[in-house]
């Protein structure tokens, strides 16, 4: 499920649940829509139960299509399901937001 508000024009986007292959379309058409409406655009992933690469592949798109339309795009609050999907393919570095591992 993804929900928003916006701060000071920043889309402050939250997912919550699963992002796998069984929610992937709806996930998709909801970040695509926030992508259309803002400037710039916070993905809180904290609330993300499970992740497979169908999820991860959302994040990929959101990413490219925020650089297509010139609008920033970062992650935040990574669950550890995001954080072992992102580590078992080695794409940490490939959105470029600071990662904290959680203690």
Same mark, same amino acid.
């Given at each position: ?13 939250? #997912? ?31 609330? #993300? ?35 072992? #999907? ?18």
């Amino acid at each position: 499920m993804i929900s928003h508000q916006v701060e000071n024009g920043v889309f402050r986007v939250k #997912v919550e649940g699963e992002m796998t292959i069984y929610q992937a379309l709806e996930l998709k058409q909801g970040l695509m829509q926030c992508l259309q409406d803002c400037t710039e655009m916070e993905v809180s992933l904290a609330g #993300v139960s499970e992740m497979d690469t169908a999820g991860f592949q959302l994040l990929i798109l959101a990413k490219r299509e925020a650089a297509r339309l010139g609008r920033p795009l970062r992650l935040a609050e990574h669950s550890p399901a995001t954080l072992e #999907v992102m580590d078992l393919l080695n794409m940490a570095g490939y959105f470029g937001d600071p990662v904290v591992m959680p203690q």
